[in-house]
């Protein structure tokens, strides 16, 4: 990213995230682009960064949404995604949000159990209209990922075996209240091997040519999100080997070829930045305290990720530092020996590749406010979220009576 980082940091103070829009739109064009010709649909991710400006900039362009809340949905529609571009997927549904995800008639809700599948169709029988509905199958297949974010074995929660969803899909058919016309699978995240994707999208073709068979006909093929990106060194795959390999897993099938990207996305097209706060030594172990925390950024905590953090106008000699916040926990770091310059007071930290999963995953914990959020587009910047206060965190319990106290 091309910016001023001393000026939106004079600008805008810190712990900050700070986003270019340009890469989102090269991201997404290029994944588009890499499909040209054959009908697709890059449904964005909304988990991965749900800043309403953000989602706004990817409807701009054409994307359609992956949501996996009611909330996110809303969001969506609300950024101006178009409704027949908008998918509900999630493990777990309430009545109320496949009510109100029904009422807005969105293009599809994506259903992990068979369960759920009877759920949806007592309220769209409520209703009085047809839900239409995609499965989530579970290929099983091991994506060659971290444990935490692989999604696509028996062993996880996620989806359903080919045998339940082929017996859901007759059951569907049947139904007044069901209209089954895609059918889904997410196997994981940051995957970097294109083989998994493949046999995956292999084993769901067949899936989808033995429902065709039974006059089952399905027009969205939803390959899930997951695709890699570079946090460290990482070899990810080419969006044209991508595009290239599923459409010849799929070959003869007539769908729409649905992709949920969101890492790939937002995750380099995003910094965060924290300040320093000091330096400390504790016996041979180098600290260096920022006033970002696992609060704003919980992915190194939470998943032991890796984040290329880098001090900015800097020169000395580098040694390996820990990068911790000021949080009341020993999981609180943003980096393990960090190789960095001697530093002081005020210096600032990028902290990179910080677009997905960061902000969304920041929470209040230590009563710390939830950072502000920062646009660049064409070299200028815009705020898109306001730093929160103290006011902001408060008010939901100011406005309980505590006179019983
Ligand atoms: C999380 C998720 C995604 C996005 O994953 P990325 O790794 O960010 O691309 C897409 N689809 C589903 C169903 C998900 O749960």
Redesign the pocket.
Known sequence: MSLDIKTLVDKYDTPLYVYDFNNIAKRYQELKGAFDGKKSLV?Y?V??NSNLAVIKHLAKLGAGA?C?SIGEVKRALKAGIAKYKIIF??VGKRDSEIREALQKDILLL?LESEAEMKRVEMIAKELGIEARISI?VNPNVDPQTHPY?S?GLHENK?GVSIDSAKRMYIYAKKSEHLNPIGI?F?I????TELSPIVEACEIVADLVRSLKAIDIDIKFF?V?????VVYDNEITIKTHEYADAIIKAIKGLDVTVVM????????NSGIFLTRVLYEKQNGDKRFVIVDGAMNDLLRPSLYSAYHKIEAVQKDGEKTPADVVGPVCESGDFLGKDVPLPPLEHNDILVVHSAG??GFTMSSNYNTRNRVAEVAVLDGKDYLIRKRESFDDQIKLEEVCDTSWL
């Open positions: 449904a991710a988990k991965s992956d996996v997927s999630g994506n989530r974010i999604t996620f889904h997410h994981g995240s940051q995957l939803d899930g999100g997951g695709l890699g949920e990207p969101g890492r790939y996305m937002m995750a997905a999963y």
